[in-house]
Structure formats: C-alpha cells, structure tokens
C-alpha cells in the first residue's frame, strides 16, 4: 500500500476534486457533511480554532497494489486506523473511495487542527511514520506488501538507521525524548536537495546552493560519455546520486526535482562554480536562505498582462457589457483588469486582501456562457483574497454597507446601478465583493456591517451561495435580480435608453 501526503490552504476545491471524481464515493470519516459544500462549512469549525494556521489542509491518498480486493467496510477500517497513528485522532476527517484508476484507492481530507486542544497536529518525520503504519497495516490485513513512493526515488537508509530512527521518533512522541530524531547524513544531503531545488532553479545556481549548504559536489561525464554523473559529500561522507536515488541522479535532478539544464548555457558556468565553490554559510543562514526558497515558490504570480490590449478590454467592458469608464478606467489603471497576455480571450480579475495587497486571480472567459470565473491557476486551492471594489463617502469611512455578487463583472455591474440610483455615488462607503468561495469570507468584517446585500445571480447556484453565507450572517439580505444576472439587467436598460433617444430624436426630426 503506497501513501501520499500533501498539505494545504483551502478545503472546497479539494472537496470538489474528491466527490465529483468519475464513479467517486463518501464511504467515512467522522463528519456529517455529504457534499463539499457541507464539509467545508463543517471544516470551518476546527479552522475557528486556530485562524492563525495556514497550512491546515491534509490530504492522504492510499493506494492498494493490484492484487489486493479491500471492501468498502475494510477500507473504511483502514482509514480510521491510519488517521489515528497518525496523530488524528481528535481531528476533522472524510473518507472517498475513487475506482476511476486501475489501483483501488481511497482519499482523506482532513483538519490539522485538533478539535480538543485547537493545536496542529506535529508533522515532523510524517513521512517516515507514514511508511510504518501502512507497513504494519499490510500485515494485520494480509495485503501485498509493496515499496512506498518515497523508496522508489530514495535510497533508504540502513536497517540500523532506519530502525534508529523509529525508535527515537517513538521516544519523542512518548516524551521520552526532547529533540526530534537526527537524520543521518544521507538523508540531511537529500532533505537539502529537495528544497533547495522547490523552485526549479538552473543547474549552476542549484550547485551553489548547496555548496553554500556545506554539500560539495562534483559532476562528470559517465563511463559510456553521453550523460552526467554527479555524486554529493557532506561531512566527509559521499554519496554517488545513485545511492541518494533516482531523484538525484543527473538526469533525476532535471526529471523529478525540475532542475533547470541547457548544456550550451550551464556547462561553462558549473566548471566555474565546481572549480571555485562557494563558502559554506553557517547554519542559521542555511536554514534561513532556504526557508526562503520554499516561500518564494509558494508565492503567487499572476498571469502577464499584455498593455497594448488594453483598448481591447476597455471595449469589451464599456460596449459588450455596458460598464461605465468611471469604473473600467481605474480598474486598467490599477491593475486590477486586464487581458492575459497568453490567453487573448481571458480577462483577468485581480483578487486582494482587505488592505489592498494583491493575492490571487480570477479568470474570465469571454467563450464561456455560465457567468462564472475560474481560480488561477486551475489546479490550486482557493486563494485568500477577493475581488472587491468601494465607492462612496470619504477614503477613510469606515464601510456600512457591502453587496455580494457572484463575479467581478457583476459586482462592476452592481455598482454601476448602484451609482445610477443614487445619481452619482452612494450615501455611505460601500464595498462591491464577488464571492467565488462562500466559506472563504471576511466574516471578522462582514460581522460588524449591518447593511449585507446578497446580490447573486438569479439561479440555482446563486440561490444556494446565498442560502450558506445567511446561515453565517443572519443580518444579510437576499437581492435577486429580476432577470437572470445583474449585467443583463444593466445591459437591457441601456439599449432602452438608446431606443428611446432614437424615438424622441426621431419626433423632433418629424
């Protein structure tokens, strides 16, 4: 049984993933949600714990080898067991089952953070106890015994090592012992290569880092002359790439690890920094740089935005959806709105933080017809942030009064009518939010504002995003459009107008 761990941010998307996958199944776990729209509003229980925790997502996939046939009961028992050595035990977790690969599987979204004490639960060494749990799940339910995925690309330790390591790993969740168990060399050489190549850098920038780690390397042609070796040494104890693992072989650097290597444009460079290395950093500093590597990576970058379209955008905002310059000029001029450089046919809507900083994306495709936006890039979690927009009063006011829509453009649209009904700016400050994730909201605010309008799109989808967050904000209040969107509400009342000035322009002609 092989097991695969990953951490992260947001529940829904993961949620999405796992019950809507082909011939996917809720089979267990300890919540009562049946949909991710209910699991993720469950899950926000334990968030309310700890709002400080980030990374509070855990997904574990287990996968069966191909002779095994586990019932749902059985897999449902399996899982329970693995979250509970696992330090799960007083978590919030469901259980899917996916058949829609040629191994059975299951997958479990879980809380990191405990219900009982509102601490994350220790992820030190999750790796290695991971392995000796489903090790000892194989025996206790007769199933193939098989290598995990780790083991494939790394050279495991020594049995001594190994079992060194479990044992004081066991001291230390006993409180039998203060520190973390000490990886051995090996295994130090090949945790520092993993990060310090999270961000795909070039082959001579990836050598002196670790140079600067205190790893010293050296790299050649091998034996038959057409690829390169390269083996590590740290401590005086050396290692060819080969007995750290296929990841770490020259070719595995570039394969599993995204290192980055032209030979016509790295070669000259790693004889220099092979022939004069770089000074190791002391210890702190090493942890620090590459602590920096993993954020840099987990930053995020918009998609490019190409300035000469933006006539383009300004036309399709202003003529095809009947936005006012008022709005679409700030909007360009902040960055906020903007034409992917890649994509000619997606606007991007820039989502920020409460305090303006920009962090995340969303995507609208003028070829789509469903009135939504899609989360850049597609494959990732939600991001904290949103698109919103304030008009009214003064810049410092504080704002009474929000209005919730489905997307940037209708929140745009919304506003514009907005401004129309009050002849030029509303009364008080008021802010313009698109909702693309209910359970992601910005409750400490919303809380303390009386005046919530639920502005979604008059349709099932819009129905049930307004029936969640009133369950949040009982003060908010449903605004549906008499029409399906607020943007063809706008757009319909315009070409009235337009009819009418050509009616009374027609009169005067007469």
Known sequence: MIGKQTKGRGFRKL??????????KLIGGNMSGRNPRELASEFRLSRQLNPDAERVVYHVSLSAAKDDVISEDKWCEIGNRYMKEMGF?????AIFRHENTDDDHIHIAASRIRMDTGLLVDDSWDYVRSEKVLRQIEIDYDLVQVQG?????????STGQFRRIQREQEEYSQGRRDTPPESSVKESIQQTIDSASVDHPQMPEFITRLQQAGISVRTGFTRNGKSKGICYEKDGVAFSGTQLGAAYTFPGLQKHRGVDYQ?????ERINVVLLIPSVPLPIEQVEKFLQEIELKQTQWEPPPEDESLRPVLQNYLTQKRGLTNFLVEPLQRQGLGYIDQQ????????????NGEKSGALVWDTHREDNRCIEYPENSDRSQGWFHLKLGGEVDDKIERVILCDSPIEALSVAHIDRDAHKGQPPVRTMYMAVDDPNSLPLELLKNVNRISLAFNNDEHGNQTAQVVQKMLPQA???????????????EAQQREIEQQKQRSRGFSR
């Open 343 to 354: 994509q000619q046919h997606r606007v991007v809507f820039i989502k920020r933080l409460l």
């Open 149 to 157: 995925s780790r083991e494939k690309l790394n050279r495991t330790q």
């Open 15 to 24: 949620l999405d993933y796992l019950h809507n996958s082909e011939n996917a």
């Open 89 to 93: 035990d007083a978590n919030q977790y």
């Open 263 to 267: 030979p016509e444009r790295d070669d």
């Open 477 to 491: 209040k449903r605004v549906a459009p008499s029409g399906r969107t607020w943007n063809e509400i706008l757009i």
